[in-house]
């Protein structure tokens, strides 16, 4: 039931654009987004929730398709603060916030 | 405000040994989870505390882990007779309340080596 993320990992130059994927083999009533930088704690970017609702930074953006059960986010005119490795995790059961994560993506930005 | 707070930072067992490691979360925050990273790998989940209960423990490797709350605050994760395979970071979160909606926040972690 782990969600998968792809890619699992991207080299982008400053200014490029990316998108990180994650799937669900079953049906999901949220996504969470995070990014852990090395050596230092996952921080939260995102919460995306079934129908629509969501909350998180607002430089930060993200889709949910509940039918696909995927979520996708989207960093664009990326900095180098944005290297790290992004996290997405989806509840274990029901509408708790206990959260099976993913392997993860490391994204590198390169001056 | 203080951020969820975990110790030791480092923690250097010999295997056989029994370990405990400390979080304190953000004061005020019911929900409590206890993660595992191992070098290069994910987040793997281990616990999650509602309160002094712990409505799912399924992550828990082996009877070998334990992990309590007292007070609906400071939480206990312990590692009986520690193996190698046991060295990891042990990352601590906590929330506002146990639903979906509310974001995690993660400590510092503890670093364990068993040698």
């Known amino acids: 039931q782990q969600p998968v993320q792809s890619p699992q990992a991207v080299i982008l130059r400053e200014g490029e654009d990316a998108v990180i994927n994650c799937s669900s083999s079953?049906?999901?009533?949220?996504v969470h987004w995070y990014r852990q930088k090395h050596g230092e704690a996952p921080v939260f970017l995102m919460i995306l929730l079934k129908g629509g609702e969501q909350k998180g930074h607002e430089k930060i953006s993200a889709s949910f398709n509940e039918k696909k059960q995927q979520s996708s986010l989207y960093l664009t005119a990326s900095q180098l603060s944005y290297s790290g490795t992004y996290f997405c995790?989806?509840?274990?059961?029901?509408?708790?916030?206990?959260?099976?994560f993913g392997k993860g993506t490391k994204l590198s930005v390169k001056p | 405000g203080a951020g969820v707070s975990q110790s030791p930072s480092n923690k250097v067992t010999e295997k056989g040994k029994d370990v405990e490691l400390r979080c304190d979360p953000i004061s005020g925050h019911t929900a409590l989870y206890w993660y595992r990273q191992s070098l290069g790998q994910g987040l793997e989940f281990l616990i999650y505390?509602?309160?002094?209960?712990?409505?799912?423990k399924s992550g828990l490797p082996s009877d070998r882990f334990s992990a309590e709350r007292t007070g609906g605050s400071v939480s206990t994760l312990t590692i009986q007779r520690t193996q190698q395979e046991d060295s990891a970071v042990y990352l601590c979160?906590?929330?506002?309340?146990?639903?979906?909606?509310?974001?995690?926040?993660f400590g510092p972690g503890t670093r364990l080596t068993v040698l």
């Open positions: 995790g989806t509840e274990k059961g029901g509408s708790q916030g206990n959260l099976i």
């Open positions: 505390f509602q309160g002094n209960s712990a409505p799912d």
């Open positions: 079953k049906a999901l009533y949220s």
């Open positions: 979160a906590s929330s506002a309340g146990s639903g979906a909606y509310n974001e995690q926040f």
